[in-house]
T-cell receptor
């Protein structure tokens, strides 16, 4: 089955700096890569996703890049703000096949220091 | 729309007791999922239901059973709770077209 590795497990940055979280996946059939944000005590929520026919996607201060050859994808947050502090999870899926499952990484705790 | 709802929010059980966690969604989604979240372990899939009438094991199914009661409802049952099942349990649902999963608020379960 799919295996998703996520690094780093914790990340501390100063407000205004950029943050990068990286994930690798094992199943070359995976074609859908979402990122979820979970604030303390809350439910995970989708913040951005990318499909394998796209190399990069941006949404304001958030961007995701995908390298299918190397089987890795990354989340980039620019101009970080204290409200970006949360746990971020990457995931991978073979969307559109018979498998509707997401396999999640173990998460990155991002702390943005004012 | 309430989205995905879960009951109860909190539960304390003694070892060997049984209970059922309830989940419902009002978004007309086909697929539903049960995850457990433990510190440092991320979200691990227990069971999922790709569509009404089907259920499949996920990564950590031992000690759990599920029922897809109808398109809206997907329950998770612990027949004989063990301390290793102390965790936060999340239910989620998704549509086949987008695959975005919407999560419920979670149930914090403690087994003594």
């Amino acid at each position: 089955g799919e295996n998703v590795e996520q690094h780093p497990s914790t990340l501390s940055v100063q407000e205004g700096d950029s943050a990068v979280i990286k994930c690798t996946y094992s199943d070359s059939a995976s074609n859908y890569f979402p990122w979820y944000k979970q604030e303390l005590g809350k439910r995970p929520q989708l913040i951005i996703d990318i499909r394998s026919n796209v190399g990069e996607k941006k949404d304001q201060r958030i961007a995701v890049t995908l390298n299918k050859t190397a089987k890795h994808f990354s989340l980039h947050i620019t101009e970080t703000q204290p409200e970006d502090s949360a746990v971020y999870f990457c995931a991978a899926s073979n969307f559109g096949g018979s498998n509707y499952k997401l396999t999640f990484g173990k998460g990155t705790l991002l702390t943005v220091n004012p | 729309n309430a989205g995905v709802t879960q009951t109860p929010k909190f539960q304390v059980l003694k070892t060997g007791q049984s209970m059922t966690l309830q989940c419902a969604q009002d978004m007309n989604h086909n697929s539903m999922y049960w995850y457990r979240q433990d510190p440092g372990m991320g979200l691990r899939l227990i069971y999922y239901s790709a569509s009404e009438g089907t259920t499949d094991k996920g990564e950590v199914p031992n000690g759990y059973n599920v029922s897809r009661l109808n398109k809206r409802e997907f329950s998770l049952r612990l027949e004989s709770a063990a301390p290793s099942q102390t965790s936060v349990y999340f239910c989620a649902s998704s549509e086949w077209v987008s695959n975005e999963q919407f999560f419920g608020p979670g149930t914090r379960l403690t087994v003594l």
